[in-house]
């Protein structure tokens, strides 16, 4: 229920109600979103998306940092040791976007 | 696909794994609140993945699961009425009320429509002007602006002829409640990332210093998992209990300020029954005096309703973190995603059906069957 997924903003428009909306392409699907509460974005930007609102800007630099940290992990020695297996399969698009 | 695809690497997860495995020293019990995140820990296998110190219980933040008996036997009540278009998400379809559920009414020539997201009804409303539009707005925080905009925005275009059922229900008070349970084993919690993406997490900050347990708000992907999991460790064994942030690329302590703006402005909190738990103090929304012209349990004055849960299901002690699916004698036998006994199973999200539709209830045979 409470799954959203980041999508790229591709347009800004206003509809005639005078709401803020636009359109978010999440990996080849576009998607009618609801902006008025992310009054902070750019066409360009990355947003999260839960139920066809954008509810926060997906903040690139913190992304980037976070991940290179957890890239530090893979440097560690010590850490090659007792190792498991770990499947992780991939997630299409329509299994994430199965229910709101 | 870029923010989702990179967390889901499988080396970086062997290391957050093996991080894991070297500093725990002792027992530690983790509940990950939200249904999203056991689904994810579920399908991915992360808690088998995790180091036998490490058990995981799930946690209550599955808003389908936890909404009423009573609440569903209204919605469905009001569905079921000629003058009515009864909206909702596509998760509450299948759940079954005292009699029957969404699916069987509309089979039945009830007017039952599934939105993407509840600015559609707005739509169905205005094409429809001979008919009552109700949306049933359930969900935590994370939902709670997009129902709060739509009848902000009905209210504002004069749309007279929509309104919403609400059953909304907060994370806190649900957490102060497992907290403060005699039977609670629960001494860390993995925060729900997307409801804190909405109101932050400044609230959480009293409930870790009050119950010294540690909060990390964690995202949704298994790596997103393991790190919240790591970082929760690391505060056990280092016997702190602080809110910390494993997900700041969406979320902010103070969550999003205009959202939050609007939520307060439609919806007052109140006190709500959640299904297998019963009632807690202040865990709900309801729509303020004000937009009381969109609110459908006024509006149709369905009557109270007397229900009957199952007398076997364990869902209640599950939802806490007590018990989990394969301790109930129902579990996968008299209970399954087909025919739910109770709300643990009656969305994919609860930790019942997501044991389920893993194949959990096939392992809990075998090991039965295995040694002697």
Redesign the interface.
């Known amino acids: 229920?409470?799954?959203?997924?980041?999508g790229?903003l591709i347009e800004i428009s206003e509809n005639p109600?005078g709401?803020r909306m636009g359109k978010a392409n999440?990996?080849g699907i576009v998607?009618?979103v609801?902006l008025?509460?992310?009054?902070e974005v750019n066409t360009g930007d990355?947003v999260?998306v839960?139920?066809?609102?954008a509810?926060?800007?997906?903040?690139?630099d913190?992304?980037a940092r976070?991940?290179a940290l957890?890239?530090e992990?893979?440097q560690?020695d010590?850490?090659?040791?007792?190792?498991?297996g770990?499947?992780?399969?991939?997630?299409t698009?329509e299994e994430?976007n199965?229910?709101? | 696909?870029?923010?989702?695809?990179?967390y889901?690497?499988?080396?970086?997860?062997?290391?957050?794994?093996?991080?894991i495995?070297?500093i725990v020293t002792r027992p530690w019990v983790l509940m990950e609140v939200?249904?999203?995140q056991t689904h994810t820990i579920v399908?991915?296998?992360i808690d088998h993945?995790l180091p036998d110190e490490v058990e995981l219980v799930h946690g209550p933040?599955?808003?389908?699961c936890v909404t009423s008996l009573e609440m569903i036997d209204k919605a469905h009540a009001i569905a079921q009425r000629p003058d009515v278009i009864f909206c909702s998400?596509?998760?509450m379809l299948r759940v079954p009320g005292s009699e029957a559920d969404l699916l069987v009414l509309k089979s039945r020539g009830a007017d039952v429509r599934v939105v993407?997201?509840?600015?559609?009804c707005l739509k169905i409303a205005r094409t429809n002007p001979g008919k009552k539009v109700v949306f049933f707005a359930?969900?935590?925080e994370?939902?709670a602006?997009?129902n709060a905009?739509s009848v902000w925005?009905a209210h504002k275009?004069g749309i007279k002829n929509f309104s919403v059922l609400v059953s909304h229900v907060l994370v806190p008070p649900a957490m102060e409640s497992i907290l403060a349970s005699p039977l609670n084993r629960v001494q860390g919690f993995l925060g729900?990332g997307?409801?804190c993406?909405?109101v932050g997490y400044e609230e959480y900050e009293p409930l870790a210093a009050r119950f010294h347990v540690p909060i990390v708000v964690t995202g949704?992907e298994?790596?997103d998992l393991l790190?919240g999991v790591l970082m929760t460790i690391r505060q056990l064994e280092a016997g702190t209990y602080e809110v910390q942030n494993q997900y700041?690329?969406?979320?902010?302590r103070e969550g999003?300020r205009?959202?939050r703006d609007?939520v307060n402005k439609v919806f007052e909190v109140c006190d709500r029954k959640w299904r297998g738990v019963g009632s807690i103090p202040k865990s709900g929304y309801k729509l303020r005096d004000e937009f009381r012209d969109h609110d459908a349990e006024r509006l149709f004055e369905v009557k109270e309703i007397d229900t009957q849960e199952s007398s076997i299901c364990m869902s209640g002690l599950v939802l806490q973190g007590v018990k989990k699916p394969h301790d109930c004698p129902a579990f996968g036998t008299l209970c399954t995603p087909l025919h739910p006994l109770g709300a643990t199973m009656v969305?994919?999200?609860g930790a019942c059906a997501a044991y389920y539709a893993y194949g959990r209830h096939l392992q809990c045979e075998k090991k039965e069957l295995a040694p002697v």
Do not use: W
């Open positions: 229920m409470c799954l959203a997924i980041p790229k109600e709401v999440f990996g998607k009618q609801c008025e509460y992310t009054p990355y999260l839960h139920v066809g609102f509810l926060s800007k997906v903040d690139e913190v992304a976070t991940y957890l890239e992990m893979k560690l010590e850490l090659q040791e007792g190792e498991m770990v499947e992780i399969p991939a997630q698009l994430r199965g229910a709101p | 696909m870029k923010y989702l695809d990179e889901r690497d499988e080396a970086l997860a062997q290391k957050v794994v093996a991080e495995r070297r939200c249904g999203g399908k991915y296998g993945l933040g599955c808003p389908v998400f596509g998760d993407y997201s509840p600015l559609d359930i969900g935590f994370t939902t602006p997009s905009m925005q275009q729900p997307h409801v993406t909405v949704f298994p790596l790190e700041p690329r969406v979320v902010k999003n205009v959202a609007l969305s994919a999200e």
